[in-house]
């Protein structure tokens, strides 16, 4: 299979996995239910629980009342060999604003719970983060996959199949920590090829993408590669504000920093851009973390 056909492979799976099936179960929640991603780890990956509760609560919403922040609970590994069930309660509808709550089910027990808000467009004061200058261009930089050798066979079958593009400016982690050690990085991300104009799936999309790399300023603070032998990690919960609108399959910069760990926990921290300096979106996760003893304990 060529790059391109590969590519958009990929990219159709990601919205086969979002197309979710509506329930016509009499129930007072909209019930939803969804596909799952293969992944060698054999547990769903986050993003795409994320980028399907989204999708779930947006399909309770009229078209011109956009998320715009998300609070969840990443609450039992889920099972990617398995699909999922979606309930969304649909707590307020304001003449600005709506709430709605989405949880995500598996063998009749929640995997993942959020709050998001959605809004009206509405005219405001505006000011916004600027770009850090001096990033290398996407286009200088090589895939990570092409960078990756030594890993195993079905980590590198993820990062060649998965729908998204990256591009570490300081170089992937998945073996080794290369140059300075600390707790920032920054990370060109786009879907693979072009997707459909529907913004939900591009909101949808960045919430996807918003996953894969946030928890790597806490490894990077303390040289922990993504393959040191008895290292943990898990996602406890991931908040994400959108900003202004983009699209998900064109060059975004994801700038992350890690502002604290500690007891076993990290906390990160990022902001994406479009590739002219628009702030589109700011991103927040804790993640548990807990390395073999000796390693990386200051």
């Known amino acids: 299979m060529s790059v391109d056909a590969q590519a958009e492979a990929s990219v159709e799976l990601l919205l086969d996995v979002l197309d979710l099936d509506e329930s016509s179960a009499r129930t007072t929640e909209d019930i939803f239910t969804g ?11 986050g993003g795409q629980v994320l980028a399907q509760t989204l999708i779930a609560a947006e399909r309770t919403m009229p078209p011109e009342r956009a998320v715009h922040s998300m609070h969840g609970y990443f609450l039992r590994p889920g099972d990617a060999a398995q699909g999922l069930t979606i309930a969304v309660d649909r707590i307020h509808d304001g003449r600005s604003f709506s709430t709605r709550r989405s949880q ?54 993820m990062l060649r199949d998965r729908p998204a593009d990256v591009r570490h400016v300081e170089g992937p982690l998945y073996v080794a920590v290369d140059g300075e050690q600390r707790p920032r990085q920054a990370v060109w991300m786009r879907i693979r090829s072009t997707m459909p104009e529907d913004p939900r799936l591009h909101r949808a999309a960045l919430a996807y993408l918003s996953d894969m790399t946030i928890q790597e300023s806490i490894l990077r603070a303390h040289g922990v590669a993504w393959s040191l032998t008895g290292l943990k990690v898990a996602s406890l919960d991931h908040a994400m504000w959108w900003h202004r609108p983009a699209r ?15 007891g076993g926990r990290g906390l990160a921290t990022g902001r994406i851009y479009t590739r002219d300096g628009v702030l589109v979106a700011s991103v927040a996760q804790e993640i548990m973390v807990r390395v073999p003893e000796g390693v990386a304990s200051s």
């Not at 998900?248 to 500690?262: F, G, I, K, T």
């Open 35 to 45: 596909r799952s991603h293969a992944m060698p780890t054999g547990r769903i990956y």
């Open 104 to 157: 995500a089910y598996q063998n009749g027990v929640p995997i993942f719970s959020m709050i998001a808000s959605f809004q009206d467009e509405s005219p405001g004061v505006e000011h916004a983060e600027p770009m850090p200058t001096g990033v290398p261009a996407p286009e200088d930089l090589a895939p990570d996959e092409e960078l990756v050798t030594g890993v195993h066979p079905l980590s590198m079958r």
């Open 248 to 262: 998900a399959d064109e060059w975004l910069l994801y700038v992350q920093e890690s502002p604290n760990a500690r």
